[in-house]
């Protein structure tokens, strides 16, 4: 009887919400964010020929410029749990045009995307998107909205915590298996745009990568940092409206910073 009135009052939750407002419902709790940050830590650690780390003491110096740019955007005032995870960064020693960050906080930049970048406002730009992601709790809200209702009714019968256990195992393994939607990228842009305004850097670096991938012809077929949607004209568009609504701050640039960084990642 107390299992059909809990299964009833969970259908009554469902029917109140949206589908829109569904999407936005997170069943995860912020340790379970770390958890998962740091079984996908886990892996990235002793997968060294998928992920070779770049060494802290060899690239000290290019360790050292990236994580102020974390620290910056952390100590912006609109990280909503700057506070709240386990924030770092490591470089990855391969040349990709990537970077991503794990639930709870930890982020990997990829030398190729250093070297790709022209400014440090761009790379900036994509380590706040990276960030809005985690802050947002994107992958967690993603789990809930693939693996909700298959959660409630296992709570129903008890059986939660090995649900929970085998899902986050699975997104773990697969370190970015769970694919953010359009709204996720989306709101990831503007969180960006938002954080760079609150700081001294240029916010519209936050669609510099797009635009050089448009400048060059690759908008639409080349693999995408970030995600493969929306399209890269559609990116820039929607970042410059948040840019301008935000008041169309200029900020710098530093480039002629950047190409210290530039050169403290090449060394061999």
């Known amino acids: 009887m107390r299992a059909k009135v809990k299964f009833l009052s969970i259908l009554a939750l469902f029917s109140f919400l949206s589908c829109s407002t569904l999407n936005q419902v997170n069943l995860y709790t912020i340790d ?14 002793t997968d060294t020929k998928e992920y070779p780390l770049m060494d802290e003491t060899k690239y000290a110096k290019a360790y050292a410029q990236v994580r102020q740019i974390m620290n910056t955007i952390l100590q912006s005032g609109q990280v909503e749990h700057a506070k709240d995870f386990e924030w770092s960064v490591k470089l990855i020693d391969a040349d990709v045009l990537n970077a991503f960050a794990c639930p709870g906080g930890k982020m990997y930049v990829y030398r190729g995307l250093i070297q790709y970048l022209d400014n440090e406002a761009e790379l900036a730009g994509v380590m706040a998107h990276e960030i809005g992601h985690v802050s947002g709790r994107h992958s ?50 503007a969180f960006a745009v938002r954080v760079l305004t609150a700081t001294d850097y240029n916010p ?65």
């Open 204 to 268: 519209l670096g936050v669609a510099g990568f797009f635009k050089k991938m448009e400048a060059e012809g690759k908008g639409n077929s080349t693999p995408v940092i970030l995600s493969t949607h929306p399209s890269s004209p559609d990116r820039i568009s929607k970042i410059t409206a948040v840019w301008q609504s935000l008041g169309s701050k200029k900020g710098n640039d530093y480039a002629e910073r950047y190409k210290v960084l530039k050169k403290n990642v090449a060394i061999k």
């Open 140 to 189: 967690t809200r993603q789990m809930t909205k693939q693996y909700g209702v298959a959660t409630l009714t296992s709570m129903i019968l008890g059986k939660n915590a090995s649900q929970l256990a085998t899902t986050t195992a699975q997104i773990a393994g697969s370190i970015g298996g769970l694919a953010f939607s359009r709204s996720d990228e989306s709101e990831a842009d």
């Open 32 to 45: 379970d964010d770390k958890k998962l940050g740091n079984q996908m830590f886990e892996q990235i650690q």
